[in-house]
């Protein structure tokens, strides 16, 4: 047996184990049989002599060719905000083992994969890979290009959303967006009543120590929330922030306060204020046009 035949004889013992990471982030059997097979292309080409952990090393490479993917999908739709990505496919490709393949579908579900369609790539990527398959953070780090520290709020974000949606549907990006700007007209107009038909009664507000240090404040409860934002927000504006429908206050075109919304069964659920300089880099926030 040469060299390559042992290498394909080790990458077959972790194929499973890639298919399962590949579904998990892409929601399609056939895509993560492609992403697998980019994976083995790739460590075809590459010297691994001097890997100890090539189940670690090939995770990796077949995140990252994931990751790859998602963005593919969001830049497809980044101008048709709102819009589901497209269907999760449940077929399996026709090299596939069938029983193989239901037993992975039904490790997951649809209602798991819906929600993880909310994510942006690097929250669900994130979240797929520390939660579900035990991956460090700092080995996850490198594969989305930031810290550890905001690898580690991206997968927390996500695992708030996943268990927001267990008691209701998550909202997909056009309602959450359609929500957002109802919020904004209404805090700036100081509509009291319109915010609170908008909020989730046990809606929490949640501020850094930045954000804390500008004079902002935490609140718990519609009441709350809709008196500390009614008449204000004047000068903010909505945004993408990683993906999700969102505002920032950006004095001359820079962020410097950042509200994250999670929204759950139509109503805002919690309000992320981040204004720590460091975690504000680590996002990604694009302004949109009102």
Partial sequence: ???????????????????????????????????????????????????????GWLTTVVARVCLDLLRSRESRREDLLGERPPPVHHGAPESADPEQEAVLVDSVGPALLVVLDTLSPAERLAFVLHDMFAVPFDEIAPVVGRSTIATRQLASRARRRVAGAEAAPVADRGRQRQIVDAFLAASRGGRFEELLTLLDPEVVVRVDGAALAMGASGALGAQAVAKTFSGRAQVAQL??????????????????????????????AAIDMVADPEQLDEMDVKVLAE
Avoid: C
């Fill in 1 to 55: 047996m040469d060299e390559t035949e042992r290498l394909a004889e080790r990458f077959e013992a972790y194929r499973p184990h890639l298919r399962a990471v590949a579904y998990r982030m892409l929601g399609s059997l056939s895509e993560a049989e492609d992403a697998v097979q980019e994976s083995w292309f790739r460590l075809s080409r590459s010297d691994v002599s001097a890997v100890e952990n090539l189940g």
């Fill in 239 to 268: 945004a993408l922030v990683d993906g999700a429908p969102g505002m920032v206050w950006a004095p001359n075109g820079s962020v410097k306060v950042v509200f994250d919304f999670i929204v759950v069964d139509g109503r805002i």
